[in-house]
């Protein structure tokens, strides 16, 4: 099954402290949302996706914010079992491309998507997507390029993700509203739980 396709959202997560993961995943996957997107964005991110791949073997965690070949490897050697990028280089998308797992390469501009689309890739993440046009831009995409679909992320919250997936070239959604940074710092995982089952009820 595609990625796109297992839930309505990937929840986006920061972690700062490695003692968050297993049970930030837990919640999330009980609430209805199995994949789950770590960013490389703190220095125990690779530890958090390890733990979870350990400890948490329903969900699917992957990687975001991948952004060199050497962020590739560790990703997959950590245990991710997806990588998403915000961007796309020639260099990278070698890189994720020999790495065995599935990728949702970012792109903003039409000669973006169409650069990946020329590499036989039609599964992408949006991004920024609020910024970069949301979903009027989105819904534009779709005519000339109907095979592409999209993770749009960035700046969604639960009351605009529905317009989101409203749009037949969009699998799911990203989003960092699942897990607030007051409810991981105060171990609230009940709240996390219920964001999730509310996100997971959009679909």
Do not use: H
């Not at 970069?132 to 700046?155: D, H, I, N, Q, W």
């Amino acid at each position: 099954m595609s990625l796109l396709d297992i839930a309505p959202v990937i929840p986006v997560v920061v972690i700062d402290d490695p003692e968050t993961a297993v049970p930030l995943a837990r919640a999330l996957v009980a609430g209805g949302l199995p994949v789950i997107e770590v960013t490389l964005r703190t220095a125990c991110a690779l530890d958090a996706v390890a733990r979870i791949a350990a400890e948490v073997p329903e969900a699917v965690v992957g990687a975001g914010t991948v952004r060199t070949p050497a962020d590739v490897t560790a990703s997959v050697a950590a245990g991710a079992r997806f990588l998403v990028s915000p961007g796309s280089t020639p260099r990278l998308l070698d890189a994720m491309e020999e790495g065995g797992i599935p990728f949702l390469p970012g792109a903003a501009t039409s000669s973006e998507v169409m650069a990946l689309a020329e590499r036989g890739l039609t599964e992408m993440k949006f991004f920024p997507a609020e910024a970069a046009g949301g979903v009027p831009y989105l819904k534009s995409l779709g005519g000339p390029l109907p095979e592409v679909r999209f993770c749009p992320t960035g700046g969604i919250r639960l009351q605009t993700a529905p317009e989101y997936l409203a749009l037949a070239n969009v699998g799911c959604v990203g989003g960092t509203w699942l897990t607030p940074a007051d409810a991981l710092a105060a171990g609230d995982y009940a709240r996390i739980e219920k964001l999730a089952a509310e996100a997971a009820a959009l679909r």
